[in-house]
C-alpha cells in the first residue's frame, strides 16, 4: 500500500507467510514427520542413556559404600564356615560361626523343626540302680515311663 508521497528508499527481503501449492505442502508434511520421528527417536535414547548413567551410578555409589565400610572396620564380609543349632527350650535356632563361635544369628523354629524334635532317649540298658559317683539320675517324660517299666528300684521324680 503505498501512496503518492511514498518513497522507496531502499529494496529489501523481508519473511512472511507465503501460500504452498499442494504438491510443495506434501513435501513439507513428509519432511515434518521425519523430523518428528528422529525426535522421539532421539529422546527415547537420551532417556535410556539417563537410564543406564542412573545404573552405573547407582553401582558405584553401592561399591564406594562397601569400600568406605572396609576401610573404616578394617574387615569385609565373606562367606565363612558355619552351623544351626537347634534350641528346645527357647525354641530357637542359631547361627555359629565355627573359626570364632561367634552366634551370628538367631531366629525362631519352623513348624517343620518343632515338628523334627523329639525328647532325647536313654538307652535301654542303662543302669540306673546304682548311679556313678554318687550322682541321682532324674528321669522325665517318655525314658521316666521306660526306666520304671524296666526297674522298680530306680528312683524317679
Known amino acids: 500500500m503505498s501512496g ?19 504438491h510443495t505442502l ?19 535414547e537420551e532417556k535410556d542413556r539417563a537410564k543406564r548413567a542412573r545404573k ?3 553401582e ?7 569400600l568406605e565400610e572396609t576401610v573404616l572396620t578394617g574387615s569385609e564380609m565373606g562367606m565363612v564356615s558355619g552351623f544351626e543349632r537347634w ?4 525354641f530357637e535356632v542359631d547361627t555359629v560361626r565355627r ?3 561367634e552366634v551370628v544369628n538367631v531366629r525362631p523354629m519352623s513348624a517343620d523343626e518343632r515338628r523334627e524334635w523329639k525328647e532325647p532317649e536313654l538307652p535301654m540298658d542303662l543302669d540306673v ?3 556313678a559317683n554318687g550322682l541321682k539320675v532324674v528321669l522325665s517324660g517318655a525314658n521316666k ?5 524296666k526297674s522298680d528300684e530306680t528312683e524317679v521324680h
Open 4 to 22: 503518492k508521497n511514498d518513497q522507496v528508499i531502499k529494496d529489501i527481503k523481508i519473511e512472511a507467510r507465503i501460500p504452498l501449492d499442494g
Open 26 to 44: 506434501e513435501l513439507r508434511n513428509l519432511a515434518a514427520a521425519e523430523a518428528g520421528q528422529a525426535v522421539r527417536a532421539m529422546k527415547a
Open 56 to 58: 552405573a551410578i547407582a
Open 60 to 66: 558405584k555409589d553401592a561399591l564406594l559404600a562397601k
Open 87 to 90: 534350641d528346645y527350650q527357647r
Open 99 to 101: 573359626d570364632t563361635g
Open 129 to 131: 540302680s546304682e548311679p
Open 145 to 149: 515311663r521306660k526306666a520304671a517299666k
